[in-house]
């Protein structure tokens, strides 16, 4: 998975809307993804409102 596709399936499993590709009990998620020749890295931690 490539750009904006690793957010939104990290966004899918803590809302519990993966059919078929759904983990159990998630909270928490983090997605990273790098663009250019690997000189430019984003990491982003996801949570639900239980990890508040």
Known sequence: MYGIFTVIEATRQIRGDAPGLQIANIDL???????????SQVTAILGSENTL
């Not at 998620?29 to 690997?38: C, I, K, P, S, V």
Request: glycine fraction near 28%; charged fraction near 0%.
């Open 29 to 39: 998620a983090l997605a990273h993804g790098n663009g250019g020749t690997l000189s």
